[in-house]
């Protein structure tokens, strides 16, 4: 069992920056690949970015390639979404997500552990 809490959602005007964090506990965290989905309002959720188990590996959806970047810190059982540039359609509750997976996996089908959720908005 992985436990998945985010934290780091907000309020903030187009262009500007945020950092999303996502602190596992439970079994071994660093076995995982990890990834961050989002839900829009009244739209399903989609794949924004992967990591494989080592950071060695990253994904990326194209509507947010150049702008977000996620990483992940095995010691401190953290990954990190940084989203730069940030659109008004960026605005969703993101969440994050733990797979064991031969790849990174866009599909939230391949993933087994998910947090909560937080909110992001984007005001224009």
């Known amino acids: 069992q992985v436990q998945l809490v985010e934290s780091g959602g907000g309020l903030v005007q187009a262009g500007g920056s945020l950092r999303l964090s996502c602190a596992a506990s439970?079994?071994?965290?660093?076995?995982?690949?990890m990834g961050w989905f989002r839900q829009p309002p009244g739209k399903d959720r989609e794949f924004v970015a992967g990591?494989?188990?080592?950071?060695?590996?990253?994904d990326y959806a194209d509507s947010v390639k150049g702008r977000f970047t996620i990483s992940r810190d095995n010691a401190k059982n953290t990954v990190y979404l940084q989203m730069n540039s940030l659109k008004p359609e960026d605005t969703a509750v993101y969440y994050c997500?733990?797979?064991?997976?031969?790849?990174?996996?866009?599909?939230?089908?391949?993933?087994?552990?998910w947090g909560q959720g937080t909110q992001v908005t984007v005001s224009s």
């Open positions: 997500a733990a797979a064991r997976v031969p790849s990174i996996s866009p599909a939230h089908y391949n993933y087994n552990y």
């Open positions: 990591i494989s188990w080592s950071g060695g590996s990253t």
């Open positions: 439970g079994r071994a965290f660093s076995v995982y690949d």
